[in-house]
Nanobody, 122 residues
Framework: QWRLVESGGGLVQPGGSLRLSCTTS????????IGWFRQAPGKEREGVSCIDTSGRSTIYLDSVKGRFTISRDNAKNTVYLQMNSLKPEDTGIYSCAAKIPACAGYGYFEPWGQGTQVTVSS
């Protein structure tokens, strides 16, 4: 059974950094993208970033470009989201999900992890 588990969330002051991890298990597909999403209270979920199998193709939400970096270590079955210069508006529950065969194009994100809370506040 495919499974994704997020970790690394927490409380950080504005301007601070966090690194989120998304570890997968039970995957049998060779090619899949991993996306990070977030949902703030009272708002719809939005896509933050996504990375393809090779790690060479990435997508970012405009508001996080230059501050967030997505990467993956296929040997460890883990995708990372390095978040720098965090702002209060980055607060939310961050979840990761898989999409076969890649971030763009046909397919849908499934399965999903349980999410990890990120709070940016002074």
């Amino acid at each position: 059974q495919w499974r994704l588990v997020e970790s690394g969330g927490g409380l950080v002051q504005p301007g601070g950094s966090l690194r989120l991890s998304c570890t997968t298990s039970g995957f049998t597909e060779d090619n899949y993208g991993i996306g990070w999403f977030r949902q703030a209270p009272g708002k719809e979920r939005e896509g933050v970033s996504c990375i393809d199998t090779s790690g060479r193709s990435t997508i970012y939400l405009d508001s996080v470009k230059g501050r967030f970096t997505i990467s993956r270590d296929n040997a460890k079955n883990t995708v990372y989201l390095q978040m720098n210069s965090l702002k209060p508006e980055d607060t939310g529950i961050y979840s990761c999900a898989a999409k076969i065969p890649a971030c763009a194009g046909y397919g849908y994100f499934e399965p999903w992890g349980q999410g990890t809370q990120v709070t940016v506040s002074s």
